[in-house]
Nanobody, 117 residues
Framework: QVQLVESGGGLVQPGGSLRLSCAASGITFFTYAMRWYRQAAEKERELVAGITRGDGSSTNYADSVKGRFTISRDNAKNTVYLQMNSLNPEDTAVYYC?????????WGQGTQVTVSS
């Protein structure tokens, strides 16, 4: 059974930081590219960041988070991270982990991030 379990969300003040984690099980983790998406209320889900399979040597980011967010992966722990700095209210959303395999893809259940004073 494949599971992607996000954690680390919560309430943070503007300018603050959070680190999201996504722990994967039931898949050969290093063979999957990993991505973080987010969906704000009444908006479409959007790609936030991605990291390639294997050693994760390549990453990409949405323009809105470049320079503030960093995606990384630890294949020994089957976990992908999203370090989020300089958060602002526009970052408020449910954040989802996504595993992109050669044949199958999987979503996590999401974790809420709320940026508010």
């Amino acid at each position: 059974q494949v599971q992607l379990v996000e954690s680390g969300g919560g309430l943070v003040q503007p300018g603050g930081s959070l680190r999201l984690s996504c722990a994967a099980s039931g898949i050969t983790f290093f063979t999957y590219a990993m991505r973080w998406y987010r969906q704000a209320a009444e908006k479409e889900r959007e790609l936030v960041a991605g990291i390639t399979r294997g050693d994760g040597s390549s990453t990409n980011y949405a323009d809105s988070v470049k320079g503030r967010f960093t995606i990384s992966r630890d294949n020994a722990k089957n976990t992908v991270y999203l370090q989020m700095n300089s958060l602002n209210p526009e970052d408020t959303a449910v954040y989802y982990c996504y595993a992109d395999g050669l044949r199958k893809n999987y979503w996590g259940q999401g974790t809420q991030v709320t940026v508010s004073s």
